[in-house]
Nanobody
Framework: QVQLVESGGGLVQPGGSLRLSCVVS????????MNWVRQAPGKGLEWVSG????????DYADSVKGRFTISRDNAKSTLYLQMNSLKPDDTAVYYC????????WGKGTLVTVSS
């Protein structure tokens, strides 16, 4: 069955960095677009970033452009999100989601940016 498992969240000070990972199974990872989506406390879902199957093209929300980098290792069926210059407004649960349709999601990993 399709599974997506995020990890790498935690507590970090403003200006710090974290790298999130999403390990997937149950489908051909190398064939699909992948996304990172986040939900801040008390707010709705916000698409953060996406990457094509071959990693040739990436896209970012304006709120994270220049600070976050999405990447993938198709041999390891793993999606990454490198987050730098973190701000308190980046505090959220971060999810990876499959394909442009976002038909499957992981359970998320919590990122807290606070001093």
């Amino acid at each position: 069955q399709v599974q997506l498992v995020e990890s790498g969240g935690g507590l970090v000070q403003p200006g710090g960095s974290l790298r999130l990972s999403c390990v997937v199974s149950g489908f051909t990872f190398s064939s699909v677009w992948m996304n990172w989506v986040r939900q801040a406390p008390g707010k709705g879902l916000e698409w953060v970033s996406g990457i094509t199957s071959g990693a040739m093209t990436t896209d970012y929300a304006d709120s994270v452009k220049g600070r976050f980098t999405i990447s993938r290792d198709n041999a390891k069926s793993t999606l990454y999100l490198q987050m730098n210059s973190l701000k308190p407004d980046d505090t959220a649960v971060y999810y990876c989601a499959r394909a442009s349709s976002m038909d499957y999601w992981g359970k998320g990993t919590l990122v807290t940016v606070s001093s």
